[in-house]
């Protein structure tokens, strides 16, 4: 306030001073502005609701700054956050150019089948057992009942029993007939 109030000035000449000090200060602003937008990425936030909200702040504030952010850079920024896993989603919209309105629902699309991919995977473990019995030219050397590889028939297998921990923590259980072997997902 020092810099601005002096004995004997007018609003006017207030006003002017308060004008210039904000001008000088608006290219530093809009500097650091600008890198905020250009850095913020989807894993800096805590959702993807949150970083499409904080990249429409900044876009905004880039325009109170004097540097308006045309919706196209809005996007392409959008897109040049986001991690790995939403590569094909980026490309797309890349691709398609669709309006700022569009884009996060295509993203939040893509999020939900990013989980239920991730869920899937999680739930489904592969276990391979034989149903035959001992190949009959006898038990193998040092894998004799201990539940080890060997082959048997022309193909390897796993001699042994899966546990029962294994099977009974299974969220689902189906068992596939696939020659003289199962396979059990859990």
């Not at 904000?22 to 600008?34: C, S, V, Y």
């Not at 239920?116 to 149903?131: E, F, G, I, K, P």
Request: charged share 20%; proline share 4%.
């Amino acid at each position: 306030m020092n810099r601005v109030l002096e004995i004997n000035t007018t609003t006017r000449e207030i006003w002017l001073k308060l004008k210039n000090i904000f001008l000088n200060n608006k290219t530093a602003r809009a500097g650091h502005i600008n890198q905020q937008f250009s850095n913020l990425t989807l894993t800096s936030c805590s959702s993807l609701d949150d970083y499409c909200q904080k990249l429409k702040e900044l876009a905004k504030q880039l325009g109170d700054v004097g540097q308006p952010v045309l919706e196209s850079r809005l996007v392409t920024q959008l897109v040049q956050g986001l991690p790995p896993e939403y590569a094909i989603a980026g490309a797309l919209i890349n691709q398609l150019s669709p309006t700022w309105d569009n884009t996060p629902t295509m993203l939040n699309h893509e999020e939900m089948h990013i989980k239920n991919q991730a869920r899937q995977s999680t739930s489904s473990t592969v276990l391979a057992t034989t149903t035959e019995p001992p190949d009959s030219r006898g038990p193998s050397s040092s894998n004799q009942g201990k539940g080890g590889f060997s082959s048997n028939r022309g193909g390897w297998g796993y001699q042994g029993r899966a546990s029962s921990k294994m099977i009974a923590s299974s969220k689902a259980l189906a068992t596939y007939r696939i020659g003289v072997k199962d396979i059990i997902f859990l």
